[in-house]
Nanobody, 123 residues
């Protein structure tokens, strides 16, 4: 599975961005999809994940109520709508795919990774 993330950019605090992640695999709908972030000098962190069957979602506490993950299996694409952005959201954002049955927050549980897209939130 090849993943291509896009949609990052520079935005002011309080603004919004929508990230997209397109998958090459026709069996995209069978994978758990997740978004992670990595700030300079820090570990990669879970942001949000969505299951493949019922679309169940899991969010990091830091983004609950501000970010929304969704997927369109007909387009092999997962989205991350980011609203009310804060400077501390600044990071490289990665999409990832896992063949597990439930959403997991552990980076090592994801088999495939996109190349990352930079999100910068100015104060």
């Amino acid at each position: 599975v090849q993943l291509q993330a896009s949609g990052g950019g520079l935005v002011q605090a309080g603004g919004s961005l929508r990230l997209s992640c397109a998958a090459s695999e026709r069996t995209f709908s069978a994978y758990i999809m997740g978004w992670f972030l990595q700030a300079p000098g820090k570990e990669r962190e879970f942001v949000a994940g969505i299951s493949w069957r019922r679309g169940s979602t899991v969010y990091a506490d830091s983004v609950k109520g501000r970010f929304t993950i969704s997927r369109d299996n007909t387009k092999n694409t997962v989205y991350l709508q980011m609203d009310s952005l804060k400077p501390e959201d600044t990071a490289v954002y990665y999409c990832a795919a896992s063949d597990l049955l439930v959403v997991t927050t552990t980076p090592s549980s994801y088999n495939y990774w996109g190349q990352g897209t930079q999100v910068t939130v100015s104060s």
